[in-house]
């Protein structure tokens, strides 16, 4: 059995489709409920997780017009952009790409992430121009006085990623822990959503292509193409959304040891057209392998676990203990915590469930069962535990079930990508 994306979109349309996550799936199919073509009209799955690719492209006015001619500097929150290509000549009006990834000149813990994060929330951006003649000009805005925010992520939602353990007895910076990861084999940091994400349930992207709809940050946009470094291999996406309509609690900074990174979340839905289409969705987190490798070299291979080992049976969010802490004159957690979640107490809205804390944290004040991967390499035989998920599979399961309820309402349709013409 076959169908067209004409007939699953009036089903959508009808609010009769039938729409189920990947992990909805998986779970049937491990219950000996494996469901058919005709049973399943649509499949979600989301991410979220640091996409170092992403940057904003914005139209902003930063002063009168007339203050000045053209834009040679500009900084927003002290993070640095890039002026033009459209010079805007005496109009006081800024073309600009921003960075996810910038850090700001003023405060080392801030960057493109924090103030995406903070343009979305509605907060009040100080801007500071520096024009080709010299004069400085400060002002402020905030998003919805910004004529254009799009959000464009270069390379996102990886099917394929690597883990990283330090087999060296030196501590190493690297953008991929939220701290000098220690060694040698002290712990273990990882991304991606395993049986959740959207390109390990359409691998060989017969339902995902150029124009195919996606949430990006809780805004409807689309695909622009396979992203930067895709290849059939390693696939990844290219996607755009406008920064108006997103949601704050699925964008963010995320401190790293080489300075702050950004975070996003990405939900796409998968057209059920036919059983094989279908099958593909039954992947297990067991079934997707996780290679491990140096944080030093990256491209040195140490071993290999899987999806399994490093999300079944994990916490999502850490359990906070307050009365355990013994208000240490410098607290580890405060200082590691990635996303800022902790000053004097949790803020549990912008936990990223990173699991750092519990590393971090000698009394107990916070406990998270993350889980230990069993390492075997030629120096012997590791248990190493996971310090860190730079991937937050709560929200991207809170995206998809946004996405979920979307279709079922009929607030969503499905592209008809070329290959299901």
């Known amino acids: 059995m076959k169908r067209t994306i004409e007939e699953i979109n009036q089903k959508i349309m009808d609010g009769q489709a039938t729409v189920l996550t990947a992990e909805e799936v998986t779970r049937m199919v491990a219950d000996d409920e494996t469901p058919m073509v005709e049973d399943v009209d649509v499949v979600t799955t989301g991410t979220c997780g640091i996409m170092s690719g992403t940057a904003a492209l914005l139209h902003l006015t930063a002063g009168e017009p007339g203050s000045f001619k053209k834009a040679k500097k500009i900084y927003l929150n002290g993070v640095p952009g890039f002026p033009g290509p459209c010079p805007n000549e005496w109009l006081g009006s800024v073309d600009l790409m921003i960075y996810g990834t910038a850090h700001s000149r003023q405060d080392p ?3 493109g992430g924090f103030l995406f994060e903070d343009m979305v929330a509605g907060k009040e951006i100080e801007i500071e121009v520096e024009s080709i003649h010299g004069e400085i000009i400060k002002s402020t805005t905030t998003l919805e006085e910004m004529g254009t925010a799009k959000m464009i992520g270069t390379r996102m939602a990886f099917r394929n990623y690597t883990a990283f353990v330090n087999p060296h007895s030196e501590p190493v910076s690297s953008i991929f822990h939220a701290i000098d990861m220690e060694g ?21 992207m017969k339902t995902i292509c150029m124009g195919t709809h996606v949430l990006l940050n809780g805004a409807e946009g689309f695909v622009m193409d ?43 839905a998968i057209p059920i057209t036919s059983q094989e289409v279908l099958e593909t969705t039954f992947i297990k987190n067991a079934d997707i392998p996780l290679p491990v490798a ?33 208000d240490c004159a410098t607290c580890l957690v405060r200082e590691r915590c990635p996303t800022l979640a902790f000053t004097h107490q949790l803020n549990t809205r912008k936990c990223f469930g990173c699991g750092m804390c519990a590393y971090s944290c000698p009394h107990g004040v916070f406990e998270m069962k993350t889980g230990y991967v069993n390492l075997q390499v030629e120096k012997g035989e590791f248990e190493v535990p996971i310090a860190c998920r730079q991937s937050d599979l709560k929200r991207a399961r809170e995206i998809t079930a946004e996405l979920t309820n979307r279709i079922k309402k009929g607030d969503f349709s499905i592209y008809n990508c070329r290959d299901n013409d």
């Open 294 to 326: 140096d944080i030093k070299g990256r491209h040195l291979p140490l071993g290999t676990t899987d999806y399994g080992e490093v999300w079944n049976g994990a916490d999502e969010r850490p359990e906070y203990y307050p009365d355990n802490c013994m």
């Open 226 to 268: 396979t992203g930067t470094r895709s290849s059939p291999e390693k696939p990844n996406l290219m996607l755009t959304a406008d920064m108006h309509t997103m949601n704050p609690h699925y964008l963010g900074g995320f401190r790293t040891a080489a300075g702050p990174e950004i975070f996003d979340s990405v939900a796409l």
């Open 184 to 204: 040698p084999f002290k712990g273990l940091s990882f991304s991606g959503c395993g049986e959740l994400n959207p390109l390990q349930n359409d691998p060989h």
């Open 109 to 111: 813990d801030y960057g």
